[in-house]
């Protein structure tokens, strides 16, 4: 089975802290994206990666980064944490074939206090 | 730019009732249509998906036809089960982008 998975479930963090989100596939897969799911406001594209040590931002990316080191490993990292980023983050992956969908992991709630 | 706009929830309804959930796109180009799901605790899976004008997409008893003449892509289902309870996202990609609706939760009670 293909997979996505995403390092932890649920996380809590105070503010301020710095924060990594790891996300690994084993699709072999060029494409991975990071999202954070709101209520109300459905997914919104944070940053997304086409290749090995590339990146792009997406709509909202401010307050966070990426790493791509290996094309399996896509990283969120949250500078110093805010209130503001207690969310759902989901990361997903694709292929280069056009007309392929995105493969999501399973989501980390994450909660800043 | 390019978006999705779908219909608002939550949706609730009886088992065996009729689900129509309503999404327009915008794009530029040619974009292809999907459907998401998303149960509870889980991330999202691809429902179904059409990638070009008059495609029928379909997958467990969903289906959505790709309109472009109204620029729709309405997700329907004859009759809903308790176990399609979840969230549904219309989504298009053009480029290297999808673009997602804000979901609609859908509750089906026996």
């Known amino acids: 089975d293909v997979k996505v998975t995403q390092s932890s479930r649920y996380l809590v963090k105070r503010t301020g802290e710095k924060v990594f989100l790891e996300c690994v596939q084993d699709?072999?897969?060029?494409?991975m994206f990071w999202y954070r799911q709101d209520p109300g406001l459905g997914l919104r594209l944070i940053y997304f990666?086409?290749?090995?040590?590339?990146?792009e931002k997406g709509d909202i990316p401010e307050g966070y980064s990426v790493s791509r080191e290996k094309k399996e490993r896509f990283s969120l990292i949250l500078e110093s944490a805010s209130t503001n980023q207690t969310s759902m983050y989901l990361c997903?992956?694709?292929?280069?074939?056009?007309?392929?969908?995105?493969?999501f992991g399973s989501g980390t709630q994450l909660s800043v206090l | 730019g390019d978006s999705v706009t779908q219909m608002e929830g939550p949706v609730t309804l009886s088992e065996e009732a009729c689900l129509t959930i309503?999404?327009?796109?915008?794009?530029?180009?040619?974009?292809?249509l999907f459907w998401y799901v998303q149960y509870p605790g889980e991330g999202l899976q691809l429902l179904l998906k059409a990638t070009k004008a008059d495609d029928k997409g379909s997958n467990k008893g969903f289906e959505a036809t790709y309109r472009k003449e109204t620029t729709s892509f309405h997700l329907e289902k004859g009759s809903v089960q308790v176990s399609d309870s979840a969230v549904y996202f219309c989504?298009?990609?053009?480029?290297?982008?999808?673009?997602f609706g804000t979901g609609t939760s859908l509750t089906v009670i026996p």
């Open positions: 989504a298009l990609h053009t480029g290297n982008q999808f673009y």
């Open positions: 699709m072999d897969h060029e494409n």
């Open positions: 997903a992956s694709k292929g280069d074939t056009r007309w392929e969908k995105l493969f």
């Open positions: 990666s086409y290749d090995v040590k590339m990146k």
């Open positions: 309503n999404c327009t796109y915008t794009a530029t180009g040619y974009p292809s």
